[in-house]
């Protein structure tokens, strides 16, 4: 009995000082966590931001500098057929995602996107793509982040973080050219007519219109144009009109154009079949896009208009100062036009296994491949030529399309000894500079397998090597630029991607959770989703993390995150 009393006493006195020792550590640990919370409110409260439109010249609070990380969709819902006809393919509205300044110094300056995502050559493939988020607007997602030089944290986007943001999502299928007047009639899928609209022409200069009337587009002092993939083309074709128009406005603008893997070469198959010029061709003629190409461009190929509608030949009649990004292996390309045949991308021998990984590519293949890298260097080195001052290029030797807006390639991928991010922010500061200072070719374009000598291509290889399917077609634009699409004709067609109407995979094509910092993040997933997104970058969506020892979290099909509890997905908007 004396002994038990004895062990009941000890294990009170234990428990009472453990509890004290406990207590201590608990009030430490919240007075640390307090001293951190008002040191960051005191810095947020310090922080001035920028005018938007119609508001005053005031401070911010945290949650306006959060909800300020996003887009906003704003709709342009009075744009009927019978008006300005400015409609998405199946007649929707189209419309834009903004975000305003986030300092008041960077008030009047402005960055715009074209979004990309392939095109439409016939009758069929434009009737397939209406209705998807890609032809129409019935599903866009009510805000949007992104990527590269629009992404919110300065430590990744020096330069242009703090701009005001527009992206233009992309639903005519012709690179915002068609100027088409009448409906075009086609049968449709039950057996009736359908009326498609091919009008990306008058989308793009309606909003520049909405922009410039009730936005502030009118008093900006610097405007960066860009675009990835079908809308790095569009900044090829459509930056001088679009600065024609500025400079009317403020003739002393600093405007300057940024396209994205839109130097699309005019070149044959492997096989020597002009598969690619001539669906080029097919849907220039199409979309009655003539309208949209410069007058000098014209007269240059008076018999040959079409050129106009590809990057190597109209950016010869480039007015202001443009830089070039894009990839001399990018891998649509090598898909689309080195190894495509008329019916299908990568039809030609294995070039299929060696998107995959060129490390394995066939011999024959990667000559091919390489031969394909030296004459793209060869073609952007000439049209540089014509343009001896205030341009610029960034060719990077990575298997990738639109690396532009991936985080990750934006502030790490090297080429010339500079990262995509410095040689953009060093042509961006530069004043009438000759162009010669401002071009980056990669180092090791000549080896065979050709990415092999860049060690941040092979990292970036390897992450999207383990990715889910899905997420590693997104990834790599296997599947066009947004993830899980199916080609309307065949897995590896060229027809319009087909969407897969999952709630998920919405968001994610929509780019909806696209490049997000943590505060953003945490909002549309709750406090158990993307902790630390603010070190990430994303692709598309998906988060991509070389330095993490945890799992990635990956979206997938079913909508549920590697490493995180299904209760803890939240779709973006959504509350806890």
């Not at 083309?233 to 024609?244: A, K, Q, R, T, Y």
């Not at 030529?385 to 990077?396: K, L, M, R, Y």
């Not at 603010?534 to 909508?559: A, C, I, W, Y």
């Amino acid at each position: 009995e004396r002994e038990r009393e004895r062990k009941r006493k000890k294990a009170r006195v234990d428990k009472k000082r453990g509890s004290k020792r406990e207590r201590k550590m608990r009030w430490w640990e919240y007075g640390v966590v307090v001293g951190v919370v008002l040191l960051v409110i005191g810095k947020e409260n310090s922080k001035v931001t920028a005018k938007g439109p119609g508001e005053g010249q005031s401070d911010l609070g945290i949650e306006e500098r959060k909800d300020r990380l996003f887009m906003k969709l704003r709709m342009l819902y009075d744009d009927k057929p019978q008006t300005t006809g400015a409609v998405c393919l199946d007649g929707s509205s189209p419309g834009f995602y903004y975000g305003g300044a986030t300092e008041a110094k960077a008030a009047q300056s402005w960055i715009i996107f074209l979004e990309g995502g392939g095109w439409c050559y016939s009758e069929q493939e434009c009737r397939d793509r209406s209705g998807t988020i890609i032809g129409g607007s019935k599903n866009w997602h009510p805000q949007k982040n992104m990527g590269g030089p629009m992404w919110r944290d300065k430590r990744i986007n020096p330069t242009f973080h703090n701009f005001n943001q527009v992206y233009i999502p992309y639903c005519d299928g012709g690179s915002f050219s068609g100027n088409r007047s009448e409906p075009l009639l086609v049968t449709s899928k039950e057996g009736g007519q359908q009326k498609l609209y091919l009008r990306g022409h008058r989308i793009l200069y309606r909003v520049i219109e909405v922009l410039i009337s009730d936005y502030g587009l009118n008093d900006a002092t610097e405007v960066l144009l860009s675009g990835c993939s079908a809308g790095g083309l569009s900044v090829f074709i459509h930056c001088n009109e679009i600065g024609d128009l500025l400079h009317s406005i403020n003739p002393n603008i600093k405007y300057r154009c940024m396209p994205g893997t839109g130097f699309f070469l005019d070149s044959p198959s492997a096989a020597g079949e002009n598969v690619f010029p001539d669906k080029i061709k097919n849907a220039f003629s199409l979309h009655e896009a003539l309208g949209g190409t410069s007058e000098e461009c014209r007269l240059r190929y008076p018999n040959a208009l079409w050129k106009c509608f590809l990057a190597e030949h109209t950016y010869l009649s480039a007015k202001y100062p443009m830089f070039i990004l894009n990839s001399a292996y990018d891998n649509w390309q090598i898909r689309c036009i080195l190894g495509a045949t008329r019916e299908r991308c990568a039809g030609l021998g294995s070039f299929k296994g060696c998107i995959e990984d060129m490390n394995l590519c066939p011999l024959e293949e990667s000559k091919a491949i390489v031969g394909y890298g030296e004459l793209f260097i060869k073609r952007v080195d000439a049209a540089l030529e014509s343009h001896p001052v205030g341009h610029g290029a960034f060719v990077h030797s990575c298997q990738i399309h639109c690396a532009l807006t991936m985080s990750k390639f934006w502030e790490t991928v090297h080429s010339g000894g500079k990262t995509m991010r410095d040689a953009v922010d060093e042509w961006w500061q530069s004043s009438s500079a000759p162009t010669a200072e401002h071009v980056t070719l990669p180092e090791c374009h000549r080896r065979i397998p050709p990415v092999d000598c860049n060690n941040q291509c092979q990292k970036a290889t390897k992450l999207i090597n383990s990715a889910p399917a899905g997420i590693r077609a997104a990834m790599t634009g296997t599947q066009g630029e947004r993830p899980l699409l199916r080609s309307a004709q065949s897995e590896e067609g060229y027809g319009t991607p087909r969407y897969v109407h999952d709630k998920f995979q919405r968001e994610v094509a929509m780019g909806g959770t696209r490049a997000e910092p943590q505060e953003a993040a945490e909002a549309a997933y709750g406090r158990n989703g993307q902790r630390r997104a603010r070190e990430m970058g994303t692709v598309d969506g998906m988060v991509m993390n070389q330095n993490r020892k945890r799992p990635t979290l990956h979206p997938t099909s079913t909508g549920r995150l590697f490493g995180t509890p299904k209760r803890a997905i939240r779709p973006v908007g959504a509350k806890d």
